[in-house]
Nanobody, 116 residues
């Protein structure tokens, strides 16, 4: 059973940046989907971005240009670089993996709080 652990969340001011890291407990073999989701207080969990094994990325339209998803296959990690953060980006951020067997895994979440 793959384990995913997020890190890198915290409290920042509007306009600042954070990089979230998702560390997988084992190698993620292609094909796969790596993704980030977020859940703001009182709201449902929403998809933020994903990256597929063939290198395609996609982002929530409102986040394009500010957020970047990337991976380091050697380290079994992937990342979410978040720039120009806004108070509305405040949420718990979760990483997600769908592996080659279509099994789905979630991390425990990391809190991101952006103050105005």
């Amino acid at each position: 059973q793959m384990q995913l652990v997020e890190s890198g969340g915290g409290l920042v001011q509007a306009g600042e940046s954070l990089r979230l890291t998702c560390a997988a407990s084992e190698t993620i073999f292609s094909p796969y989907v790596l993704a980030w989701y977020r859940q703001a207080p009182g709201k449902q969990r929403d998809w933020v971005a994903h990256l597929t094994a063939d290198g395609n990325t996609n982002y929530l339209d409102s986040l394009k240009g500010r957020f970047t998803i990337s991976k380091d296959s050697v380290k079994n990690m992937f990342y979410l670089q978040m720039n120009s953060l806004k108070p509305e980006d405040t949420a718990i951020y979760y990483c997600y993996v769908k592996n080659r067997r279509a099994n789905e895994f979630w991390g425990q979440g990391t809190q991101v709080t952006v103050s105005s």
